[in-house]
């Protein structure tokens, strides 16, 4: 069971390129999430899904692009890297009535830099 | 606006002891609050929750005290070890909003 699978793991990009981080769970989830954290911060949350074609803005949007066509995969779009973007993005995922006594899973993170 | 604060970047104590970690929230409409854990180069895990509707839980080693007055939680570890020295993140929860503190670094000396 792999859990929540992050690819890659590091990357570096130039400023205005743009890339796509891939998260993948194989535990049947519904809920999954994008959060970001920069040095000293804690998480915030970028965009979550509640299913499968069903997307939703959080705390921190612009700049990033999301889809959900499986239940499995959540990938999170960056049209135009910017140095702001700089920062280890994590992905999570929950399944939904099962309560908040499991928390969520967490992806082991992708960390970017934009140079 | 940061509605989760833990105001103790870092936190030093003696393996045996206990170890209490702190947070606090401003947002009233928080109904769930939790404990990850997290390693370095590794996603945070799941420790330790607490309903809004509670003032403690625990689990092992671990308990979590909420006083919902003060609108504070913390986190006690019971006896300490090397094995705990991690970062340790609050976090509060609304519908699908997981509001979390900035984190405090946890060293468990042997």
């Known amino acids: 069971n792999a859990g929540v699978t992050q690819t890659p793991k590091f990357r570096i990009l130039k400023i205005g390129q743009s890339m796509t981080l891939q998260c993948a769970q194989d535990?049947?989830?519904?809920?999954m999430y994008w959060y970001r954290q920069d040095p000293g911060m804690g998480l915030k949350l970028i965009y979550y899904?509640?299913?499968?074609?069903?997307?939703d803005k959080g705390e921190v949007p612009n700049g990033y692009n999301v889809s959900r066509s499986t239940t499995e995969d959540f990938p999170l779009r960056l049209e135009l890297a910017a140095p702001s973007q700089t920062s280890v993005y994590f992905c999570?995922?929950?399944?939904?009535?099962?309560?908040?006594?499991?928390?969520?899973?967490f992806g082991s993170g992708t960390r970017l830099t934009v140079v | 606006d940061q509605q989760v604060k833990q105001n103790s970047p870092s936190l030093s104590v003696q393996e045996g002891r206990i170890s209490i970690l702190n947070c606090d929230y401003t947002?009233?409409?928080?109904?769930?609050f939790l404990w990850y854990k997290k390693y370095p180069a590794e996603g945070p895990t799941f420790l330790i929750s607490?309903?809004?509707?509670?003032d403690k839980n625990e689990d092992g080693r671990f308990t979590v005290f909420l006083n919902k007055s003060a609108k504070h939680l913390s986190l006690h570890i019971v006896p300490s070890q090397p094995g705990d020295s991690a970062v340790y993140f609050c976090?509060?929860?609304?519908?699908?909003?997981?509001?979390f503190g900035a984190g405090t670094r946890l060293t468990v000396k042997p």
């Open positions: 999570a995922s929950r399944r939904p009535g099962q309560g908040l006594d499991y928390g969520y899973t």
């Open positions: 535990m049947n989830h519904n809920y």
């Open positions: 899904s509640v299913g499968a074609g069903i997307t």
């Open positions: 947002n009233s409409m928080f109904d769930y």
């Open positions: 607490i309903s809004s509707i509670k």
């Open positions: 976090a509060a929860m609304n519908n699908n909003d997981m509001r």
